[in-house]
């Protein structure tokens, strides 16, 4: 975020046991801060809430942390597999699961210790507006925090006000029921005083604090959850109960066992009313053909695997296909309205562009060798390669236009130097997979070489292939690199290997997302109508012809495969996927060992033939499902400080 935090002498090491402890003064040297100076002039506390959100980068998805990794979506190259994955499947086998547990509740701490010296302070300069906003920051941080705990772990504990020292471990808060959190953070963090306090906008000066807007959609995401198979009737351990803690109203229960359809009808109004705010006193507007964000605008027009961009109609799919792109590798001032709330990565966290740009770009000293290049370290599945649609706006399965079997991985008959090696798979695709995905002979980025495109050669371990020798541990697995992230505009210099590439906001929430709830609320009420409006809206962006209720009638889809697909495909990359599986209780399938297929890059070898290395091949990596994992355990140093905590199921 651009928060200038380095003048306020806040952090302390925090896990859950130490909230109830932790002292400002324990930390903080008296002859360089006190409490009094940080509530002493309003720039003070500005600063003070400011620090507040620093767990809003640190548990973000980005850059795709380890427990992220676990989705369908994308694997990881190299060593980074061989160590970080085996990392995030053993999390949940070590319980050693600190994981965003100490994160969040060390921030909502934070945010309980600025609530209480406001309360008790009067800063200078001051006014009650500023003072009502800090307040409903504060407040809006303590329920997104406890969302993320909410996602991760199931039911948590409630921490709504700072505990004092001598509080017993027999009065710990234990695990609360989950639609009591559920309530807790609509009801009382997110309420319409929180709301009514916070702008609607910020300026740039400000960009990335709450707002009325971003607030109301969590809101809306938190209920989407709520009302989904898992926490709605159909959570796989339905015996599992608090021990000594009972939640007011529920018990011992943890889980609710029926399902209860009127959580859907409190998504959509929620979803509902967000999208309205959004688009009307938060000025949000999804990024499309009649307002593309100006970053791009000396971008040339990109080669497109098979489509000919010297006709109208080539042009305009190519145009359409840069503009997707700088929706999220774009940000406010480009003209780009359509992020609702999202953090700008770094220090140590804003490697996650340089990770996936693909390796050797260009050499830039040849007496050394040395390159300017990336780790090509996040490549998308054959499953997120083949359920992006076709042109037809199908997917490839069901588009009886569109090669099948074996006949997917020939070559597509292109001619043009360069792009001879693209298979069929990879062309008369939908332009949302030209703007997320690049391939063997595929043009990675119109201007990346130094002002011309960078084709990709996966045949080459002198370019993007497979070479040990060449890469180290730097190599693309599967086959395929996402473009997601990087903007077309970057440029790398063949003077110095540097590049231009910029800061983008990685979005939290944005406009589309708004969209999908809206018609994922709809098609689970069997509004079928009603769900095609906000799913269609969606399609048309991305260059798609709307769908038509009979036709989601012949598709062999229903309207809630079609919602989850197409939610699948837009939000591809932004950390949505790992709980939307786990919430729909598709993760036992679609997270299963041996599931995740890419083509043959290391098993072909070194410098391959076309015929080695375009096959369909089951990734070498430990991916393994079992129910458990529906949740991270809790730490157990946790457990045996709090007896009133008990452990998810299954550890």
Not at 33 to 40: H, R
Not at 105 to 113: D, F
Request: with cysteine; hydrophobic share 35%.
């Amino acid at each position: 975020m651009k928060y200038n935090i380095k003048n306020i002498a806040l952090g302390f090491s925090l896990s859950f046991g130490v909230l109830v402890s932790c002292d400002y003064l324990d930390v903080v040297p008296p002859e360089q801060a006190t409490t009094s100076d940080t509530m002493k002039d309003r720039n003070s506390a500005n600063g003070f809430i400011n620090s507040c959100y620093i767990a809003v980068e640190s548990t973000t998805p980005f850059p795709y942390n380890r427990y992220e990794w676990s989705s369908d979506e994308s694997v990881h190259s190299g060593q980074w597999s061989e160590d970080s994955q085996k990392a995030a499947w053993n999390l949940y086998s070590d319980t050693n699961a600190a994981g965003w547990w100490n994160a969040c509740y060390n921030y909502i701490g934070h945010c309980h210790m600025f609530l209480n010296l406001l309360e008790q302070n009067n800063p200078t300069g001051a006014t009650e507006e500023d003072k009502a906003r800090w307040k409903a920051e504060a407040q809006f941080l303590k329920a997104y925090y406890h969302f993320r705990l909410l996602e991760m772990y199931g039911p948590i504990p409630i921490v709504d006000d700072r505990m004092p020292q001598s509080t017993l471990p027999g009065e710990f808060p234990g695990r609360s029921h989950f639609d009591y959190v559920v309530d807790y953070i609509c009801n009382q963090k997110l309420n319409d005083e929180t709301i009514n306090a916070l702008p609607d906008v910020t300026n740039a000066q400000e960009w990335g604090r709450a707002t009325s807007i971003a607030a109301l959609a969590l809101k809306g995401r938190v209920l989407l959850y709520a009302a989904s198979p898992l926490w709605n009737g159909k959570f796989p351990y339905p015996d599992w109960k608090n021990t000594n803690y009972e939640t007011p109203g529920y018990g011992t229960e943890l889980v609710s066992r029926q399902e209860d359809m009127s959580k859907w009808d409190r998504a959509l109004e929620a979803n509902l009313a967000a999208l309205k705010a959004a688009e009307s006193v938060g000025e949000r507007k999804l990024v499309d053909m009649d307002n593309v964000p100006s970053n791009i605008r000396d971008v040339p027009i990109p080669y497109i695997a098979g489509v000919d961009t010297s006709t109208v109609e080539g042009k305009e799919f190519a145009k359409r296909v840069l503009m997707l792109r700088t929706i999220t590798s774009s940000n406010e001032d480009d003209g780009n309205k359509e992020i609702i709330w999202g953090v700008f990565l770094q220090g140590s966290n804003a490697w996650m562009t340089f990770a996936q740009c693909p390796p050797r770009v260009l050499c830039f000293n040849e007496a050394d060798n040395r390159w300017a290049d990336g780790w090509g370290a996040i490549n998308p599945t054959l499953y997120s390669i083949e359920h992006f649609y076709t042109k037809n706006g199908k997917l490839p399965d069901l588009d009886p236009s569109f090669p099948k079997g074996d006949e997917r991985f020939e070559r597509a008959g292109i001619l043009v130097k360069g792009h001879e090696n693209v298979i069929k798979l990879n062309t008369n695709r939908e332009p949302r997979f030209y703007a997320m995905f690049s391939f063997d002979g595929d043009d990675y980025s119109p201007i990346m070489k130094d002002g011309e495109p960078l084709t990709i050669n996966m045949l080459s371990s002198k370019a993007q292939g497979y070479g040990w020798d060449q890469n180290g541990r730097n190599y693309i697995e599967g086959g395929y690199l996402t473009k997601k992230y990087i903007s077309p505009s970057v440029r790398y210099s063949s003077i110095d290997g540097a590049s231009d590439s910029k800061n983008y906001a990685k979005p939290l929430f944005r406009l589309a997302e708004l969209y999908l709830n809206v018609a994922e609320c709809y098609a689970a009420k069997g509004e079928v109508g009603n769900a095609l409006i906000y799913l269609n809206r969606i399609r048309e962006r991305a260059g798609l012809q709307g769908l038509t209720e009979s036709e989601v009638a012949a598709s062999g889809m229903s309207i809630t495969d079609w919602v989850r697909n197409e939610r699948f495909i837009e939000l591809w990359g932004e950390g949505h996927r790992y709980y939307d599986v786990r919430r729909w209780l598709l993760a036992p399938q679609q997270l299963k060992a041996g599931a995740r297929e890419g083509l043959n890059m290391l098993g072909a070898g070194k410098d391959p033939t076309f015929e080695a290395f375009n096959k369909r091949t089951v990734i070498n990596q430990p991916f393994q499902w079992d129910n458990r994992m529906y949740l991270w355990p809790i730490a157990w140093t946790e457990i045996s400080n709090d007896p009133q905590l008990v452990q998810a199921p299954g550890y």
